[in-house]
């Protein structure tokens, strides 16, 4: 504090913004009027307020520019009960069990639909199409999806690429995963090169494993049009 009392003695002005720590306008401010008071009343009070105006009267922020790449990730899980369909990226898997949900249940969609929603910085897809709404009752996640890719082009954003990763234990996804890849392309309107799909089980371990719930996680990019 010495140093810097002395440097502003030293040089009142244009010397100690420059000086100090940013915490330390908060401690000298209360002295510092007074001391240059004494000094150069008016000056030193013209150059305090033009001092401190950009930081008290700063106008109000320019909207930041749109970024050329926006990133979102999206995770989804479901319990597994039997009797109910299997639907995984709009197709229906044959299956002892499906998903409980209060839609189709459709993981892969419903998390690709919020990593959409995420890379846009909007709600998640609970808040948008909530589960107390009886229109989403039943309801085709594949409506979720159209209404996100919606949402992207509005914002003036096209898909980049698309990861997503299913895990499950049973069944084997393999023998389905090119269909559901080529209905995922067709909703987001995408060539497949930018749509990876991968899959994978719980090695046994916890609900996943056990057949008991289904979990998807996507990662997409998307880019400014
Ligand atoms: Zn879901």
Not at 42 to 64: F, G, S
Request: proline share 10%.
């Amino acid at each position: 504090m010495a140093s810097a009392s002395s440097l502003f003695l030293a040089s009142p002005i244009s010397t100690a913004p420059r000086t100090r720590t940013p915490a330390t306008p908060f401690t000298l401010s209360p002295a510092r009027p007074s001391l240059r008071l004494r000094q150069q009343p008016t000056a030193v009070a013209a150059a305090l307020q033009t001092e401190h105006q950009p930081a008290v009267a700063a106008a109000p922020k320019p909207k930041p520019p749109a970024l050329p790449f926006r990133v979102g990730h999206g995770f989804d899980l479901h319990r597994l009960e039997p009797g109910l369909p299997l639907i995984i990226g709009g197709i229906s898997i044959p299956h002892d069990r499906g998903c409980e949900a209060h839609s189709d249940g459709d993981v892969l969609l419903h998390c690709v639909v919020d990593a959409i929603l995420g890379a846009l910085g909007l709600p998640d897809i609970g808040q948008i199409f909530p589960d107390t709404d009886p229109r989403w009752k039943g309801a085709e996640s594949s409506v979720f999806m159209r209404e996100a890719v919606k949402l992207m082009h509005q914002a003036g954003y096209e898909l980049g690429n698309i990861d997503a990763t299913l895990i499950l234990q049973k069944p084997k996804i393999s023998p389905f995963k090119e269909t559901i890849r080529s209905n995922l392309c067709d909703l987001l309107g995408a060539d497949p090169s930018v749509v990876n799909l991968k899959a994978k089980t719980h090695e046994k371990v916890d609900s996943l494993g056990e057949n008991r719930s289904i979990a998807a996680h996507t990662v997409v990019l998307l880019m400014r049009k």
